[in-house]
């Protein structure tokens, strides 16, 4: 199978903001995607799971407390899962109107950027994300902005059936969160990903490595130091995603 290429239309380095810039604004929010684009940085990466009631929510963990305490620390909270609650649910949380959906992510910025949205799902059955995120990507004419990510090379699988022509690639760390069978990269042959998304300690020691038997790109995730993002573009690395995009951007890309 020929791999779609890694947003073609876009120039070398590629630059993702993890999460908008999140070091100044709420993650996964409208504010610090707008200040990423603000910043000059072409490109962002986001999270998305898809609601009890079918809706596709830009939200990173499973539960809503991590950031309801980190918005309202004094405040009791309610921990909802966002994948067992309603939209209506959701937005009902002191930090509901700033979970933005990724219809309206797309709605703001349009053609301006380019997209890295990671599949949040723990189930290897179709849960009913992949193609609800193919469907809005085509609903916005997103289909040469965007590439899709996911620890769950099932997930992955399940896009590709949805949408064969936007690349998909594989994320993996050595947690142990992630199963024991995922912590080497194993998912991209599960998935037959197009493109590699390691943590960067893993490719800075694996990069060529990786280039000639994988021969497939490479976006190493979180590089906020400069002289590693330096390396791994050196190396050969596709491009970068980051906490600091903005300050990284301003070292590298000038």
């Known amino acids: 199978m020929q791999h779609p290429s890694l947003l073609p239309d876009f120039p070398r380095p590629l630059l993702f903001a993890h999460r908008g810039l999140n070091r100044i604004f709420l993650e996964n929010t409208i504010e610090a995607f707008r200040a990423a684009h603000d910043a000059g940085v072409p490109g962002i990466e986001l999270d998305v799971h898809l609601t009890l009631d079918g809706a596709l929510v830009v939200f990173h963990d499973d539960t809503s407390g991590r ?3 980190q918005v309202n620390p004094s405040a009791p909270e309610r921990n909802l899962s966002i994948e067992g609650s309603t939209l209506a649910e959701l937005r009902a949380l002191s930090i509901g109107p700033r979970i933005p959906l990724l219809d309206e992510l797309f709605e703001t910025f349009g053609n301006r950027m380019y997209y890295d949205i990671e599949l949040k799902c723990r189930s290897a059955s179709d849960t009913g994300l992949a193609s609800s ?3 809005s990507i085509h609903r916005h004419g997103l289909e040469k902005h965007c590439v899709i990510s996911s620890f ?3 997930a992955l699988r399940h ?3 949805a949408e064969p022509d936007i690349p998909i690639g594989i994320i993996w760390n050595k947690s142990k969160e992630l199963y024991w069978f995922l912590r080497h990269g194993e998912g991209t042959l599960i998935a037959n990903a197009d493109f590699l998304k390691p943590e960067f300690p893993i490719a800075a020691h694996l990069l060529l490595y990786l280039r000639i038997l994988a021969r497939r790109p490479i976006v190493p995730w979180t590089v906020n130091d400069v002289s590693i993002a330096r390396k791994l573009l050196k190396g050969g690395a596709e491009g970068i ?4 995009a903005d ?8």
């Open 152 to 154: 769950n090379p099932f």
């Open 159 to 161: 896009f590709r059936k």
């Open 241 to 244: 995603i980051s906490d600091e």
């Open 67 to 69: 950031i309801e305490k």
């Open 247 to 254: 300050a990284v951007r301003a070292a590298v890309w000038h």
């Open 133 to 135: 995120v193919a469907a």
